[in-house]
């Protein structure tokens, strides 16, 4: 799928958002290698730690699905380039590691990074004995 069309997706989801504490609604929509596509809002609850980002939500809802690798990740807010958070960052080092990532700017325009663009020097599985 274009990256436009992911970052629409995205934008659709952001529509789901439930963030009453922070009226800070974000969007995110992925592909995986099959070409599935996922989408994820933020949700927030009143005990605050608990919130997920819409990155998260949607990978996991990949990742439940039975899908293990994600090829493209879109987000969105209601303002211009919101990162993926740190903890998002490691999510998407685990199971997104050379996905493209887009993240919407003005209007129709958008940034392209790596997972190495944001998280260098990153901790991931192969560290780990297994
Ligand atoms: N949030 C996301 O969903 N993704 C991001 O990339 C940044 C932050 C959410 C978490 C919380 O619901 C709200 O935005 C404010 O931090």
Redesign the pocket.
Known sequence: MKASHLIMKAREAKELSY?PY?N?A?GAAIETEDGSVYTGC?V?IASFAG?L???RNAVFKAVSEGHRKIEKIA?VSNVPH????GI?RQVIREFAKDAEIYVAGEGDEYSTYTLEDLLPHSFGPEFLNK
């Open positions: 963030s922070s800070f974000v933020n927030e919130t980002c819409a990155e987000v919101t990162y993926p958070c998002c």
